[in-house]
């Protein structure tokens, strides 16, 4: 609460004298007797006991009307939020090496994709306020959705993925990426990025991965290449043909970064670091807004004031 006004309230200082002038100067009456004695012991009415709430009214409502005039007000705090979203393009490897159950999970093996989409799964209910697409790769790009918010949409989409869906026997990735990007092309986002992940190496297409990391990054997109796959079982580690090289040299020439996961546990870590990286910015400010609220002391003040003046013209108001 506050006054628009303040300096208004000076006024209350003249309510003394208008009290003065209204009920002891001009209301001024006498009357002659050769004694007052006789008076003394008169009953007091209801009437005269009365009486000393007149100048009582009288003052309350030229306070309500001098704090009306200092114009009242009540803030409403509100606030605006501004969110700077991080649009991100999903690039999964969906060949046949895929398949491959190195990963554990509860002491169960299971897949290289399978793992995949756990992680992934994970990662969509952490970023609630970007947009967020797939892609799906194997000899050809294929896309799974378009960047959306609806991350449950995309988690459905994502379950139904799997590697006989394409010509798993080759592995496009730079056409996958070129299929990325292109999703990203016109978005407007302050930070756009893809996250790759594969198995395998470059062995088919017509944009080398390098190349198409080029145009990612002459368009501002960052890439985030993960080599998954490969841990060890029993003594042996699990065959693994990721070009490391290659995805090294991918997200450095798009400013981004790459990762090494061989088992579940760093595949998870993976993206937890991706998240933290690539925060979404959410700008609150608060501000107030003032109503104003003069209405109900101008009608206070004046039912006070009419009371007054009703009860002054009635018996109340004249002498005994």
């Known amino acids: 609460m506050r006054l628009a006004n303040?300096?208004?309230l000076l006024l209350l200082l003249l309510i003394p004298a208008l009290i003065w002038v209204r009920h002891f100067m001009l209301n001024k009456q006498s009357m002659q007797f050769s004694s007052r004695t006789i008076l003394v012991d008169l009953p007091k009415s209801w009437r005269i006991r009365l009486q000393p709430a007149l100048p009582i009214l009288?003052?309350?409502g030229w306070i309500c009307l001098v704090v009306a005039l200092a114009r009242p007000q009540r803030g409403l705090q509100e606030s605006l939020t501004r969110i700077e979203t991080v649009d991100i393009i999903l690039l999964l490897d969906l060949s046949e090496s895929m398949d491959t159950p190195d990963f554990v999970r509860l002491n169960r093996r299971i897949s290289r994709l399978d793992a995949a989409k756990n992680v992934i799964d994970r990662f969509l209910e952490k970023r609630p306020n970007d947009r967020i697409g797939m892609v799906g790769f194997a000899s050809l790009p294929y896309a799974v959705a378009p960047l959306t918010l609806d991350h449950n949409w995309l988690a459905h989409r994502m379950a139904g993925l799997h590697t006989g869906m394409l010509d798993g026997r080759r592995?496009?990735?730079g056409d996958g990426i070129a299929s990325a990007i292109n999703r990203?092309?016109?978005s407007e986002a302050k930070s756009k990025l893809v996250i790759l992940l594969t198995d395998g190496?470059?062995?088919?297409g017509t944009l080398s991965p390098e190349n198409a990391a080029h145009a990612a990054e002459a368009l501002g997109i960052k890439i985030y290449t993960i080599g998954a796959g490969g841990a060890r079982t029993g003594f042996r580690p699990q065959r693994s043909e990721v070009d490391e090289e290659t995805l090294k040299q991918v997200a450095t020439i798009s400013n981004g970064k790459f990762y090494r996961a061989r088992d579940l546990e760093s595949?998870?870590?993976?993206y937890e670091e991706i998240d933290q990286l690539e925060k979404t910015e959410i700008e609150v400010e608060q501000f107030t807004r003032f109503e104003e609220v003069s209405k109900g002391w101008i009608i206070a003040g004046i039912f006070?004031?009419?009371t007054e003046q009703l009860l002054s013209l009635s018996r109340m108001g004249r002498l005994p």
């Open 201 to 204: 190496a470059n062995n088919h």
């Open 171 to 173: 592995t496009a990735i």
């Open 58 to 60: 009288y003052a309350l």
């Open 304 to 306: 006070l004031l009419m």
């Open 184 to 186: 990203l092309r016109d």
């Open 6 to 8: 303040p300096y208004l």
């Open 267 to 270: 595949l998870t870590a993976v």
